[in-house]
Each structure stands twice: as structure tokens, then as C-alpha cells.
């Protein structure tokens, strides 16, 4: 199985600054024949299901703000939210879809400070 | 746009088959792949396993033994049959969709259930 970490497990991030979140897998997600990242970033809220907010590593799902960006390959991901705003108060999951079995990692919570 | 609605009893008891059912709307059935995926109460997210339209499966090795995912064309839905579960089981249970493409193969969960809180406790 490919082992997903993420870094930090939580952060507080003031109102309209950067939250920055990593994402380590423990084997390579980029498939070459394509040169495509098959790692998937998603928000989830209490109560909620998670919503899917970035694949490919950086490509964002239709409705999602600019202010969610994804960039990395191969092995190491990070997710931005440039400017956090109080609604994206949630957890964020990383998974890839790489090989069976799909994996995540274990979330990273973000709060404001 | 397409909603995924679940359904299921909310409390097991150890030993039993867990069953959910979920059902698919205003979308196409075929050309994706239909998962389930779980999440224990305070923590992350597992896949468990998923379908095609054609019955084609694959699932979790961890849960394999204990796992059927089944589909029914006719009325667009997949199912989730988990048996001998016990308390290790109990989670929030989420259906969902997963992208398909015939080159790139399957992809990211785009759309998902409200998810069913399965006890099981006796």
C-alpha cells in the first residue's frame, strides 16, 4: 500500500493569511506514460462529506476558489489557501489514486488564529 | 448535476452482515467507477472497495474477505455488504463516485454521499 502523511496534523492560520499543507507519499504517484500526478486533495467540514477541491495534484474542480492552489510531483504535494477565509475552516485530506488501494492521508485540521 | 443518496440500518450487531444501498440521480450510471469508503468516529478515511456498471470490482485487501460491492443497473444503485463485522466496523460509511477515463484509468472521487453512521454494538 502507498502510505500517505501529511504535515502539519493541524495549524492555525490568521484570517486572510496562507495556510500551507504537505502531503508525502511513500512511493511515487507520477505515472509516466501520461506525466501525471495521481494525487487528489479534498476539504471536508463536520458533519459533512469531503468535497474534492484539486486532482492531478493542480488541477482545481469546477466552483472551487483560486484561492485553493495544489503543486508538487512524484512523491512530495502541498496544498495552498492563499488568503483563508473563515468558511475554510475544515479538515484536508490528501489521497492518491495511484494503486489499490486508494489511500489518504490521516488529515490535517486548519483553524484560525 | 448528480446526487448520491445512501441508505442502511444504523445499528449492527457483531457477527451480523452490514448492508447499505446507494442510489445514483441525474446522472450517467455507466462510465464510472462506484466506491464505498469509511471513516471511524475522530479519524481518516478508507476506501473500501468499488464497481463498475459491469460488476467489475476491486476492493481493499485489508477488507477483501469480508467485503461484496454489487451494482443493479436497472435502478442505479450499488451496495455494500460487509459481514462478520464487529466493533472495529462501526464509522461513518460514504458512497461515492469515482472519475473514470480508458487511458488514465480511475481516478479522483468527485462526487459523494451524505455518508450513514454504522454502529455496531450489541
Known amino acids: 500500500d502507498i502510505v500517505m502523511t501529511q504535515s502539519p496534523d493541524s495549524l492555525a492560520v490568521s484570517l486572510g493569511e496562507r495556510a500551507t499543507i504537505n502531503c508525502k507519499s511513500s512511493?511515487?504517484?507520477?505515472?509516466?506514460?501520461?506525466?501525471?500526478?495521481?494525487l487528489a486533495w479534498y476539504q471536508q467540514k463536520p458533519g459533512h462529506p469531503p468535497k474534492l477541491l484539486i486532482y492531478?495534484?493542480?488541477a482545481r474542480d469546477s466552483g472551487v476558489p483560486d484561492r485553493f492552489s495544489g503543486s508538487g510531483s512524484g512523491t512530495d504535494f502541498t496544498l495552498t489557501i492563499s488568503g483563508l477565509q473563515a468558511e475554510d475552516v475544515a479538515v484536508y485530506y490528501c489521497?492518491?489514486?495511484?494503486?489499490?488501494?486508494?489511500?489518504f492521508g490521516q488529515g490535517t485540521k486548519v483553524e484560525i488564529k | 448535476q448528480v446526487q448520491l443518496q445512501q441508505w442502511g440500518a444504523g445499528l449492527w450487531q457483531p457477527s451480523e452482515t452490514l448492508s447499505l444501498t446507494c442510489a445514483v440521480y441525474?446522472?450517467?450510471?455507466?462510465?464510472?467507477?462506484w466506491s464505498w469508503i469509511r471513516q471511524p468516529p475522530g479519524k481518516g478515511l478508507e476506501w473500501i472497495g468499488e464497481?463498475?456498471?459491469?460488476?467489475?470490482?476491486n476492493y481493499n485487501p485489508s477488507l477483501k474477505s469480508r467485503v461484496t460491492i454489487s451494482v443493479d443497473m436497472s435502478k442505479n444503485q450499488f451496495s455494500l455488504r460487509l459481514n462478520s463485522v464487529t466493533a472495529a466496523d462501526t464509522a461513518v460509511y460514504f458512497c461515492?463516485?469515482?472519475?473514470?477515463?480508458?487511458?488514465?484509468?480511475?481516478?479522483?472521487?468527485?462526487?459523494w454521499g451524505q455518508g450513514t453512521l454504522v454502529t455496531v454494538s450489541s
Open positions: 512511493q511515487s504517484v507520477l505515472y509516466r506514460s501520461n506525466n501525471k500526478n495521481y
Open positions: 489521497q492518491q489514486y495511484y494503486s489499490t488501494p486508494k489511500t
Open positions: 464497481v463498475n456498471h459491469r460488476g467489475s470490482t
Open positions: 492531478w495534484a493542480s
Open positions: 441525474g446522472g450517467s450510471f455507466s462510465g464510472y467507477y
Open positions: 461515492a463516485r469515482a472519475v473514470y477515463n480508458y487511458g488514465a484509468g480511475i481516478l479522483h472521487f468527485d462526487n
